[in-house]
């Protein structure tokens, strides 16, 4: 099994304003950090929004130097299909995107509205890429490139929102989820904020489990409760927030109301492990606003799904939701 090179972590702070982009570095010490550009790459285009979105890739080509992906959502301008270009680090790097990644060809807007590490989804020991474009059709897509030597801006896996006849803005947010269910290949997670049929807007979010020949069928979903709660503006890894081993992933749900009459009040994440009991099944949950299909058969390491809910008495964040894979 071949996982992800080890990315190097200088402390790096990165600061976005307009379209520069400027990397403060070189740190020996908390007290003496210095700054200095490295590069302040710009949008093609005024109206672009070039800078809407920017990760850290980790080491997508394989040159032992860490590279970053950067969105402009509106590209052209307004109204666009949208880009997003990578940059690669090196001794040499400059302001000019090393690969521009246009939108796939259909009606893929905003493409660029998120951007992200996929982690090592594939497990060909190179990072992965994340791009999110919600307005793709009403459903909304993501879409997923693989790393190596000679990455091309050909999507490898397409990722696709739910039909509902409504928009969902599913890939709104992408990110990494790490390796939620302990099969050696790293897993994302996918937003879709204003899910839910009828434009109920409850938001849900998708886990898609990486492998060798990886398919596009989400392997883990999960819902807002109620209306309007639209849970999965912002999604991502968690760590390893339980200490189990195994990371969690975390999901907000900026819209929910504490006036909701939800009998038990949400908490903050999902714990990612392989499964050690029954699996619960969310369709039967009560818990749960929404049937969701039942989880995909794995050959192994299959999680389970089950809400950690707060201890009776203890506060439980209001804008973000907490569950266990
Ligand atoms: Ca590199
Ligand atoms: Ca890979
Ligand atoms: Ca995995
Ligand atoms: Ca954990």
Redesign the pocket.
Known sequence: MRRARPVSRPLIITLVVTTALFIATHASSAASISSRLLIDPAGENDGDIFGSSIASLGDVNGDAYDDIVIGANFYPSEGGQGRAYLYFGGPAMDSVADLVIPAPPGDTRWFGISVASAGDFNGDGYPDIIVGARYAGLPGKAFIYYGAPSLDSTPDLTLTGEATGSSSWFGSSVASAGD?NGDGFDDVIVGAPVYGPGSTQVGRVYVFFGGSTPDAVPDRMFTGPATGDQLGWVVGS???????????VFATAPRYSRAEPIPVPPTCGW???PSTRSPISRSTDPRSATASRPPRARATSTPTASRIWPSPGRAAPRSSWVDRL
């Open positions: 939620v968690a760590g390893d927030m339980n200490g189990d081993g195994h990371p969690d714990g990612g492990r």
